[in-house]
């Protein structure tokens, strides 16, 4: 088993010797260029991705052409364009490797022969997809209730690493801050 798939499910499932067989086999390991798209906009995603090493962005273009990250996926965390990967529709995002990545790529069937076959392998999803909710309205309540400053200041204060190891072009706040000087 690759060591970020052992990692990842660390503490979040038991599994048999048989069914760690089974879960290795359904992660297939992917090497992606930095900005290599995965999930162009109007595909329908058809896997997860775990990420081993680097960093995915999944971001919405508007009809002019500007760019909105919806979240980033550094080391240990698994997405997608989750709304096409569920429903199998096209999505309206896309997924992009802004760094050279490892990546651990599970289909839409294998997840579902994980969810049917691995007991625990549906709570430990559900867990997860909580996870992810609860991230996306704290998000929104941001946006609502707080200016591009303080947001940025959080930003800096909770993950500063992400400043120096992310483009600047990714984080619309330094071109207001630029305007303002």
């Known amino acids: ?8 499910l660390d503490g979040k499932i038991a599994l048999t010797p048989e069914q760690e067989y089974l879960v290795s086999s359904c992660f297939h390991l992917k090497f992606a260029q930095r900005h290599e798209i995965l999930v162009p906009k109007g595909a329908i995603a058809k896997h997860i991705y775990l990420v081993a090493k680097g ?3 999944v971001f919405l273009t508007s009809d002019d052409g500007s760019e909105s990250t919806r979240f980033l996926l ?15 529709q096209p999505s309206v995002a896309t997924v992009e490797s802004l760094e050279p990545s490892e990546l651990l790529v599970l289909s839409y069937l294998d997840q579902q022969t994980l969810l ?3 007991p625990g392998w549906e709570t ?11 991230a996306s309205i704290q998000r929104i309540e941001s946006f609502i209730t707080l200016n591009a400053k303080a947001r940025y200041d959080i930003l800096l204060q909770k993950h500063p690493e992400l400043i120096q190891r992310l483009p600047l072009k990714l984080w619309p706040i330094t ?7």
Request: net charge positive; proline share 4%; with cysteine.
């Open 1 to 8: 088993m690759h060591p970020a798939l052992r990692k990842f």
């Open 55 to 57: 960093c995915l962005r």
């Open 74 to 88: 550094f080391e240990g965390r698994m997405g997608t364009a989750f709304p096409s990967f569920i429903l199998n």
């Open 116 to 118: 049917r076959e691995v």
């Open 124 to 134: 430990m999803y559900r867990i997860g997809l909580e996870q992810d909710y609860i």
């Open 175 to 181: 071109w207001e801050f630029r305007r303002k000087r």
